[in-house]
């Protein structure tokens, strides 16, 4: 399925499937469900302990969450890792960044003690965790097995 991109529709949450080859002639994707746009751009999403229900325990798709805070240094290391794996894996995975120091909230439901902290979640359940600035070949492979796996169990 490498020549689809797996897209979730932001107005009424269905996952679609979009052939590359139609994006690459120019068309706009629309949701077959609800018949919105479907977002091209890919970035990490902003969550909040708020928004943590919608965002992540509701998202149809396993979900990397970046648990960072301005003034740590590792974790503006890891930021421009975030951001390539948001756009090279849009469809497939949900890219969040989380502010700790703004949602105190959802990091200590997690227990996190350190930053970063990259958690993988389905359906909002931690499947693993990657603590400390990590190179990019090691969250991918990380993501991939948790991509592959039907199991929603803490992997730690």
Known sequence: MSDALMIQCPACGTVNRVPQAKLAQGQRPVCGNCK???P?????????DQSFLNDVERSSLPVLLDLWA???PPCRMVAPIVEELATEMAGRVQVAKMNVDENPDTSRRFQVQSIPTLLVLKA???I????????????????E???ASGDCSTGR
């Open 128 to 143: 693993d965790r990657m603590v400390g600035a990590q190179p990019k070949s090691e969250i991918v492979k990380r993501l």
């Open 36 to 38: 919105a746009a479907l």
């Open 145 to 147: 097995r948790a991509m």
């Open 70 to 72: 301005p003034w740590c």
């Open 40 to 48: 091209l751009s890919a970035g990490p999403i902003t969550v909040t």
């Open 124 to 126: 909002g359940k931690e």
